[in-house]
């Protein structure tokens, strides 16, 4: 989920330039250099994976996956999806330069929100789907949140906009709860030190 | 479902004006025309900035096609806007107007300066521009293994479609979704330790080298250079 350059106004787009490079310092300080592989390919499998269409009904969504990034990545989120975005522009020119800190905000916030809650939920001894619907749901959830803040932000004249863009995420949060419950459920059986936990 | 193609990155443009001037300066013209595009409000402004993209695209020798399909896909963002802003209030047609023509001078902007410069070239400006040295490995290795990785998902799928899996609207298919997800970050994950291993054995030590690229640039190059920085400064007086 992505805004298009030239729909904000600059105090959305501002907010969200400080924000994202305050978050991508914090994400970089956290890693070594020898994680740089870890992250850069983990996060391309990401990209990778966002771009599977999945048909519901007559309509085609794709996920976002921005939950159990988080759930992966933790605080590399950010620099993660800066990479991610600005890949993006250069590939297939969605979204932009000048919206790239809101869009980075909106995605990695999310993600990590819900990946933290996910990790919580595992290493809290549930079961490890539960972990992985928790972060892919309340990923989505979030970022649409976000998403609809900054249109609302921009302008009354988005506000039509922003709840449509609400409603159209709904069968967004369950196909991505239900996904993200198969891929945690996944990784936790066959390498859990990925998601951060011992095996058992 | 998974496009390879699609994602193959662009062949740039051989011997055009843009391609010939350094990265770095491209990427701050880019970022220039981006930031433009996003403050200034007046339609006027707006307009000369399209206009500006134009001559962009022109300087760069872009095949047309591409920029066609590239608009297509745009627009049909556009046409959502269309659709749902002239009836939310009275200004909604103003701002269905100046966004139209914001994010077509935008994209135009993007795909003039972006597609005419190779990554490497953008690995090595964002080098220059002092970014920080694990932000653009970072960004070299998400580039590289996302054309690696897109294969592997057609693999896995191809295999999946070869067992007889089938889409549909059940959980089953989910799963089956799920588990192609959950494979391909594992198998990225091992292929990761796999890479930095060779390359610890090539002796990395956390720095870079990256080719540099000379640029050619003659006396009249160098002028329309200084014509393009002007007529966006320009802009800003509009």
Not at chain 2, 19 to 48: G, H, N, W
Not at chain 2, 66 to 85: N, P, S
Request: net charge positive; hydrophobic share 55%.
């Amino acid at each position: 989920m992505h805004i298009s350059e030239g729909v904000l106004s600059l105090y959305p787009l501002t907010i969200g330039a400080v924000g994202a490079v305050v978050g991508i310092a914090a994400g970089l300080k956290k890693m070594e250099i020898d994680e740089v592989p870890r992250v850069g390919i983990v996060s391309a499998a990401l990209f990778v994976s966002s771009l599977i269409h999945i048909n519901i009904g007559p309509a085609s969504v794709h996920l976002l996956l921005n939950g159990i990034g988080g759930l992966l990545l933790g605080m590399k989120l950010f620099p993660a999806y800066l990479v991610a975005l600005f890949l993006q522009v250069l590939l297939f020119q969605f979204g932009g330069l000048a919206v790239l800190g809101v869009n980075i905000c909106t995605m990695a916030i999310s993600g990590l929100v819900g990946g933290r809650l996910g990790r919580c939920v595992i290493i809290s001894g549930k079961p490890s789907w539960l972990g992985g619907a928790v972060a892919g749901g309340i990923g989505v959830v979030l970022a649409t949140l976000f998403t609809a803040l900054a249109l609302a932000f921009s302008g009354e004249v988005f506000l039509i906009t922003a709840k449509l863009v609400l409603i159209a995420h709904i069968p967004v949060v369950i196909l991505e709860s239900l996904i993200g419950a198969f891929i945690a459920s996944f990784i936790y059986k066959m390498m859990p030190s990925l998601l951060g936990v011992d095996e058992k | 479902m998974i496009n390879v193609s699609y994602i193959n990155y662009h062949s740039k443009p051989k011997g055009s004006f843009l391609e010939r001037i350094p990265p770095y300066v491209k990427l701050l013209l880019t970022f220039s025309v981006a930031v433009c595009v996003a403050l200034l409000d007046s339609l006027m402004a707006q307009i000369f900035l399209l206009m500006y993209s134009i001559v962009l695209v022109g300087l760069s020798g872009v095949p047309v096609k591409r920029l066609l399909k590239r608009l297509m896909a745009v627009d049909g963002f556009v046409l959502m806007l269309w659709l749902t802003l002239p009836f939310s209030s009275e200004e909604g047609v103003t701002t269905a107007t100046l966004i139209t023509i914001r994010i077509h001078a935008a994209v135009l902007a993007f795909m003039a300066l972006l597609q005419t410069t190779s990554m490497p070239e953008i690995l090595q400006a964002l080098c220059q521009l002092r970014f920080p040295s694990k932000l653009v490995a970072l960004l070299h290795f998400t580039y590289r293994y996302i054309h690696v990785l897109a294969e592997e998902a057609s693999r896995i799928h191809r295999s999946m479609a070869l067992r007889g899996f089938e889409p549909s609207l059940n959980l089953r298919t989910f799963r089956a979704y799920g588990y192609l997800i959950g494979m391909l970050l594992l198998r990225s994950f091992v292929r990761s330790q796999r890479v930095y291993n060779a390359m610890l054995l090539r002796g990395f030590n956390g720095t870079y080298t990256f080719l540099t690229f000379k640029s050619r640039l003659s006396r009249p190059d160098f002028l329309k250079l200084a014509v393009l920085y002007a007529l966006l400064v320009g802009c800003l007086m509009v």
